[in-house]
C-alpha cells in the first residue's frame, strides 16, 4: 500500500537549519508531486511548496522562497525539504503529501515530522 | 495567506448530523470546484475524506458529504458516531504565483 514515512523529531537552534526526509513506497515516485505542509502549535495547516520528483522543477510558497529547497532522490525513492535561518516561529510539525495526479487535492501524507526551535 | 475561515468547534450527539462551513473569497473556493476536506485525529496525519468538493474517496463512509455555494464550502457529517471525533480542515486550490494552496484553520468535532 501507498505509505509516506518521514523522519524524525528534531530540535535546532535559531539561525540552524533542518532537512526532514519522507521515504514513499507503494507506487511510481516519479509518477506525481510530493507536497509540503506545516502545522505550528493549535494552528492551522499551512502550504509550504511542492517537487515534481520527475526532474526536480519546484514552486515554493512566496512566504517560504529564501528559506526553503526542496529536492529528492529518486533511487531511494526519497523526497527531502530543508529550511534554513530557523526562527522560534518554524516550530511545527512538517507534512509531505502525495499530490494525486489530477484535481488539485492530498491522497496520501506523511506521519509529521516535529520541528522545535527553543526561543 | 489568509487562511479559510471555519468554526472553531462544532458538537453534537451521536446520530445527529452536523455541517462544517469553509468560507473562502472569489479567487479560492469561489473560483474553483477545488476543495477538499481532510480528518486529523489526534497525534496522527491528516487523511482525506472529501475531494472536489462532493467526492468521496472509496474507503470514506457516505455519512460524509461535501457542497459548496458561491464562497464557501460545507461538510455535512450524518449520523455522527464517536470515531467522527476529530479535527476537520477544508483546502482549497488558488493556483496564484504566492501559494497554489490554502487551508482552513481547523474545526474541533466534538461528539456529546
Known amino acids: 500500500q501507498v505509505q509516506l514515512v518521514q523522519s524524525g523529531a528534531e530540535v535546532k537552534k535559531p539561525g540552524a537549519s533542518v532537512k526532514v526526509s519522507c521515504k514513499a513506497s507503494?507506487?511510481?515516485?516519479?509518477?506525481?508531486?510530493i507536497h509540503w505542509m506545516r502545522q505550528a502549535p493549535g494552528q492551522g495547516l499551512e502550504w509550504m511548496g511542492w517537487?515534481?520528483?520527475?526532474?526536480?522543477?519546484?514552486k515554493y510558497a512566496q512566504k517560504f522562497q529564501d528559506r526553503v529547497t526542496m529536492t529528492t532522490d529518486t533511487s531511494i525513492a526519497t523526497a527531502y525539504m530543508e529550511l534554513s535561518r530557523l526562527r522560534s516561529d518554524d516550530t511545527a510539525i512538517y507534512y509531505c503529501?502525495?499530490?494525486?495526479?489530477?484535481?488539485?487535492?492530498?491522497?496520501?501524507w506523511g506521519q509529521g515530522t516535529l520541528v522545535t526551535v527553543p526561543s | 495567506q489568509s487562511a479559510l475561515t471555519q468554526p472553531a468547534s462544532v458538537s453534537g450527539s451521536p446520530g445527529q448530523s452536523i455541517t462544517i462551513s469553509c468560507t473562502g473569497t472569489?479567487?479560492?473556493?469561489?473560483?474553483?470546484?477545488?476543495v477538499s476536506w481532510y480528518q486529523q485525529h489526534p497525534g496522527k496525519a491528516p487523511q482525506l475524506i472529501i475531494y472536489?468538493?462532493?467526492k468521496r474517496p472509496s474507503g470514506v463512509s457516505n455519512r460524509f458529504s461535501g457542497s459548496k455555494s458561491g464562497n464557501t464550502a460545507a461538510l455535512t457529517i450524518s449520523g455522527l458516531q464517536a470515531e467522527d471525533e476529530a479535527d476537520y480542515y477544508c483546502?482549497?486550490?488558488?493556483?496564484?504565483?504566492?501559494?497554489?494552496?490554502?487551508f482552513g484553520a481547523g474545526t474541533k468535532v466534538t461528539v456529546l
Open positions: 507503494g507506487y511510481t515516485f516519479t509518477g506525481t508531486y
Open positions: 483546502c482549497s486550490y488558488v493556483g496564484s504565483e504566492a501559494f497554489d494552496y490554502v
Open positions: 472536489e468538493v462532493t
Open positions: 503529501a502525495k499530490y494525486s495526479g489530477f484535481d488539485y487535492f492530498f491522497d496520501r
Open positions: 472569489s479567487s479560492d473556493v469561489g473560483n474553483y470546484n477545488l
Open positions: 517537487i515534481n520528483p520527475n526532474g526536480g522543477g519546484t
